[in-house]
């Protein structure tokens, strides 16, 4: 049973497989073409069989029986330089710095699949199923990379990265008297590749990286919603939820890759984060008008992984309009998520802690560029009768540009190279000493289409 399951996530998985859709660190911004069209909301906002992972307590908005199927066409943009290497080589060797010029990313498409269902049992149970790509993020810059020199043109050194992840879950809601309750117990699939080269200084390059590894967690997320319309405020519905940290384990990856740059105490364990949240809608009653707005916050501070390469948590404000008239609705909304990814002290590798901090900087940067901030989000509904429809959502993510400092590794980076080419302590010192300071610099933005297909019976 177990292997099905993970056959039939893996070829799911497959559709994404020049992935790099992080949104929300590396959460997608919304599961859904309704959420997606409206910034991202759902903890308030009911959007049918597809709330089964927003906010299971929405499944009580459910009639009857519905299907929804659909996927997302997402096209990511990401220019990376880094001058560390360059640095290096120069002080290292006494020539001259080589040139170094920015590059975008070959991860620049990738489509994510999401199907739910949803059906009521009684007056007051509905219960649900669903497979939804909740998350991931990627780059893939091999094609910098001089195969006779070993150096990458961009001083990524060639980087490839690639996380994906997928949830299966079987949401239920109860509901009695306006109020209504929900769990969702998850099975998440994930998987995980990192790699890269590094120069030799006998020339050529010597691979880093030991091929995709997979893995299963588990977890659940618990909803409550309030439709206030009991109490006579027609319209009106509050919602919360948890989500719990899923641990997973993706052996011979972050240790093995982040050793070679001169990292420990990274295991191999990528915890994706607890997440908590709260929102409110409101539907102006015969206007067809409804406004909603949610604030979650996801705890990458805390999840294993991430914190090792000291990411904060991040807080995410999303907001969102429908208008809906006779068989058609429009949506607009905005979603503005703090860059969880902070700039590390990294000027010397003589200080404590920031030859590490530099070496993190590079590679949030090169391999995990999560700093996308505010989205601008569109959509709509076509209803062809009233049990089919078809929903349409843009997600627009502006370019933001960071730039982080990476001096103590390009340091290291020089220290090492003599050392490798026959030179003493002292030799290597001063060629640290001498190295010039150096930074990471990505810009990176987004563009999203999502597209689903509804049949309520």
């Known amino acids: 049973m177990t292997r099905t399951i993970k056959l039939a996530m893996a070829a799911a998985m ?3 497989a020049t992935s790099a859709f992080a949104t929300n660190g590396d959460n997608l911004m919304g599961l859904g073409a309704k959420a997606r ?4 909301v759902g903890i308030a906002t009911a959007f049918g ?36 290497f360059a640095e290096a080589y120069s002080a290292a060797t006494a020539t001259p710095v080589m040139p170094v010029s920015s590059d975008t990313s070959k991860a620049d498409m990738s489509m994510i699949p999401e199907v739910a269902l949803a059906s009521r049992i009684n007056e007051n149970v509905v219960v649900g ?17 001089d195969g006779n020199t070993g150096v990458s043109s961009n001083g990524s050194f060639g980087m490839r990265t690639n996380l994906q992840l997928m949830r299966f879950a079987v949401p239920v809601s109860y509901s009695n008297s306006g109020f209504s309750v929900g769990v969702a117990p998850m099975l998440q699939y994930g998987s995980l590749n990192i790699a890269y080269a590094m120069p030799l200084a006998t020339g050529g390059i010597d691979p880093q990286g030991s091929g995709v590894s997979e893995d299963f967690g588990f977890g ?10 009991a109490v006579g405020i027609t319209g009106l519905t509050f919602g919360a939820k948890y989500q719990s940290a899923i641990d997973m384990t993706y052996d011979h990856t972050l240790e093995v890759t982040s050793q070679a740059f ?37 705890r990458w501070a805390d999840a294993k992984g991430y914190k090792d390469f000291e990411w904060d948590n991040q807080n995410v404000f999303s907001v969102g ?25 990294g000027a010397s590798m003589m200080a404590p802690g920031e030859y590490d901090g530099a070496v993190k900087n590079f590679f949030n940067l090169a391999g995990f560029p999560a700093v996308v901030e505010s989205h601008v989000t569109a959509g709509g509904t076509y209803s062809f009768t009233k049990m089919l429809s078809v929903d349409a959502a843009f997600v627009y993510a502006p370019e933001v540009s960071f730039s982080y400092d990476t001096s103590a590794m390009g340091q290291g980076l020089a220290y090492n190279m003599v050392l490798q080419n026959g030179g003493t302590p002292t030799d290597a010192a001063n060629a640290a ?8 610099d990505v810009k990176h933005s987004q563009t999203g289409v999502t597209v689903q297909l509804n049949y309520a019976f």
Do not use: C
């Open 14 to 16: 497959a559709l994404t």
């Open 37 to 40: 069209g409206m910034g991202g």
């Open 49 to 84: 069989a597809e709330s089964g992972l927003a906010n299971p307590a929405l499944l009580s908005a459910v009639k009857s029986n519905e299907i929804s199927f659909g996927g997302t066409l997402f096209m990511p943009k990401v220019d990376f330089e880094s001058n560390a």
């Open 129 to 145: 199923i669903g497979m939804f790509g909740v998350a991931g993020m990627g780059t893939d810059y091999r094609d910098t990379l």
């Open 220 to 229: 659940y997320e618990i909803g409550v919603a309030y439709d206030a319309g």
């Open 262 to 298: 001169g990292l420990t105490g990274i295991d191999d364990h990528l915890e994706q984060p607890a997440e908590i949240g709260v929102g409110i809608s409101y539907d102006i009653l015969g206007s067809g008008n409804t406004i909603a707005f949610d604030y979650k916050q996801i």
């Open 321 to 345: 309009y429908e208008y809906t008239r006779n068989n058609w609705a429009v949506r607009l909304g905005y979603n503005f998520a703090e860059n969880p990814i902070q700039e590390q002290a």
């Open 433 to 440: 000493g001498a190295t010039a300071n150096s930074s990471a």
